[in-house]
């Protein structure tokens, strides 16, 4: 399920197979798909690019931002809600746009590992889980495992339209 490691060229991406007989496999898929997608829309930008916001009316906005964002979404409803791990959370109660925020730390190289380290993390944790299985720890009511993944899914997506602009903005990439 799990992308390989990124380098100077990104993430090699592939298309989800198009026989669609195991749901899970085709959300992973395509998850894998958009993750892909979001980590090769950082790649090779400079790391000053990567950090500025754009945007006056999205201050936080920024392409590293948007990665934290992706990672701190991840580790919530797939590692925490779906899988049950006692992990940290990533969002801030006091502050609702805290994983937007970039520190001095936050390099593309530091932001695209946590994020992929996060990928094996969600894996992991909804391994052996199927798509009718409820998640693992109840958050607002129930969800399954199918719910978990399809918001993840979508989420992702989201912002991988989100990280297009912001990588035309920095650079003048356009494309896949």
Known sequence: MANEVWGLDGVARSWPTELAEDELRLQWEFLGFLRATAVNKVVGVAPELAAATPWPTSPLMSLLGVVKHLTAVERFWMSRVGGGLDVPLLWDSEDECAEFRLSPADTPE????????????????????????????????????????????????????????????ADGLVGE
């Open 110 to 169: 530091a932001v695209l590992s946590a994020y992929q380290a996060e990928w094996v993390r969600s894996e992991e944790a909804l391994a052996g889980l199927g798509p009718d299985d409820l998640a693992l720890r109840e958050v607002g009511g129930d969800r399954t495992v199918r719910w978990v993944l399809a918001h993840v899914v979508q989420e992702t997506a989201r912002h991988v339209g989100h990280l297009d602009v912001l990588r035309e903005f």
